[in-house]
């Protein structure tokens, strides 16, 4: 089967099991355009409808070869209306008909399966899907599928892998013992054991990489050996025994339902704020407060900066970043100011490769740089005065034992 031919077929409208016949016997676009209904049916043994069908489509304007993939990715290459209930099959439909207006735009297609598509092409009121109905369905299904696949991608570990910026590799090491009775292999395993990054059972030697590899900024500051990759591998493995709840979700769910979650492992993927690390860093650096917050909920993950995996990774935590944080839910309680205060213990952070889309919180960015001007100012007025800066230091102090 001739792949790119397939996907041409489909960039003027055909349904997808009509082009893989097409496809199949070699019909291509330009063949079509020059042959007969009837050549079509004797020579290469298309039914009527299909060659009165095929001969129409190939005549239209074609679609963007790249809007069709969106539209297919994003619908996750089923109907928008039945979810694929009725027929694997599928057309890329116009909303308003072609013959109208020949708008080929992204906003003015939809994936319909064959019976679908002939409902909205119905001319009676009764059974006819209607453009508006159209436009809701697609934008409904298609953040259904957009959730949906970051929840897969988020149990699969499946983050970008030159941006995994922070490992707390003692607590994915002690998780994986308690889970797996030792610290499973990785493909890196052996490599880091020569270079005596990790000791006999499979542990970090923190003392040695700081003693006769780190150049001193920040521990992990040498020509790594691939370290987040074997720390991945072994997230990937403790996700294969362990179901990573989903945060947000949950979040939307209510109090009730967060509540529930203390003590259960969970990801979140959003935009949250931080302020970075001097550098050096050294035992003495103080813990980073990570944290997201919207309406009615806060969250927060304090972050060991000894673990910030590269210089890049401690640049970006001093911003707005979009992560996927995989964390151990600590507590969850209700303020008086009836916010919901989730507190969390982070194992891995990194940049996700699927995710929501949302609309920037434009209110939540300002309030959280009013947060952290008031309790973590660095100003040296503030450690001289009672309430200052030594109240930014008690409330770190309260949240250290959630590293």
């Given at each position: 089967?001739n ?18 016949k ?6 291509t ?52 209306v ?20 020949q708008?080929?735009t ?5 994936v ?13 009121l009764t059974?006819r ?6 436009r809701?369905t ?5 953040k ?11 149990q699969?570990?499946?983050v ?15 998780l ?17 054991r020569?270079?005596?990054i ?10 040695y ?21 074997h ?9 294969t ?5 989903d945060?947000d ?6 109090h009730?339902a ?17 302020k970075?690390p001097?550098l ?30 590269s210089?890049s ?20 309680d209700?303020?008086?100011?009836k916010v ?14 699927k ?15 009013e ?13 001289a005065?009672p ?17």
């Amino acid at each position: 089967m001739n792949t790119r031919t397939l996907s041409t077929l489909l960039q003027y409208g055909l349904a997808s099991d009509l082009a893989e016949k097409a496809n199949s016997v070699g019909l291509t676009v330009t063949k079509a355009r020059s042959l007969s209904q009837k050549d079509m049916v004797s020579k290469f043994g298309l039914s009527e409808a299909e060659a009165k069908t095929l001969s129409h489509c190939v005549r239209r304007e074609p679609i963007d070869e790249q809007i069709v993939q969106l539209l297919l990715e994003r619908s996750n290459f089923v109907c928008c209306v039945c979810k694929g209930q009725k027929g694997l099959s599928y057309i890329i439909h116009h909303i308003v008909k072609y013959e109208k207006t020949q708008d080929n735009t992204y906003n003015n297609l939809i994936v319909l399966c064959p019976v679908d598509h002939d409902l909205a092409h119905q001319g009676g009121l009764t059974l006819r899907l209607t453009e508006p109905q159209l436009r809701a369905t697609k934008t409904k299904w298609e953040k259904q599928v957009e959730v949906a696949n970051a929840q897969r991608a988020a149990q699969l570990i499946d983050v970008k892998d030159d941006a995994i910026d922070y490992v707390n590799v003692k607590r994915i090491e002690e998780l994986c013992v308690r889970l797996f009775k030792k610290i499973p292999q990785t493909t890196l395993t052996a490599s880091l054991r020569r270079a005596s990054i990790l000791g006999a059972g499979g542990s970090f030697d923190q003392k040695y990489v700081q003693t006769h590899l780190s150049g001193g900024r920040y521990l992990f500051d040498y020509i790594t050996h691939q370290e987040t990759e074997h720390y991945k591998q072994l997230m990937q493995k403790i996700a294969t025994v362990t179901n990573f709840i989903d945060l947000d979700e949950t979040a939307n769910a209510g109090h009730s339902a967060l509540k529930a979650s203390e003590g259960h492992y969970a990801f979140f993927i959003g935009g949250v704020c931080a302020k970075g690390p001097d550098l050096p860093i050294t035992a003495s650096t103080p813990t980073i407060l990570l944290h997201y917050s919207r309406k009615h909920l806060r969250i927060e993950w304090i972050l060991d900066p000894i673990f910030m995996m590269s210089m890049s990774a401690i640049t970006r935590i001093g911003g707005k970043n979009r992560y996927i944080i995989y964390c151990l839910v600590r507590t969850v309680d209700l303020q008086a100011d009836k916010v919901t205060l989730v507190r969390a213990s982070p194992l891995l952070i990194a940049q996700p490769n699927k995710w929501v889309n949302k609309t920037p919180a434009i209110a939540y960015e300002r309030q959280y740089a009013e947060y952290i001007d008031d309790d973590f100012s660095d100003d040296d007025a503030d450690d001289a005065q009672p309430g200052g800066a030594g109240d930014a230091e008690r409330r770190l102090s309260q949240l250290a034992n959630y590293r």
